[in-house]
């Protein structure tokens, strides 16, 4: 089904080559939030930078329960 929606698929040890796994993470909260989000915050990002972040389709948030 995620396919059919356009998503690909790695091998975690493939993903991990990123570059963007070596970037500093200094947010420690007991909230979770995405590793996007915790990188930005170490970067300084602060209030609008987090505004219009996508809302996932209903399938997504189904798959998700």
Not at 15 to 20: V, Y
Not at 47 to 62: K, R, T
């Given at each position: ?21 070596l970037?500093?993470d200094?947010?420690?909260?007991k ?5 996007l989000d ?8 602060r ?16 798959l998700a329960?």
């Open positions: 089904m995620l396919v059919n929606h356009g998503y690909k698929f790695t091998t975690l040890e493939e993903a991990l080559k990123d570059p963007a796994y970037t500093k200094e947010f420690y909260k909230a979770g939030i995405s590793w915790r990188w930005a915050y170490t970067q300084g990002k209030g609008d930078f987090y505004a219009g972040e996508p809302v996932p389709e209903d399938y997504i948030n189904e329960k």
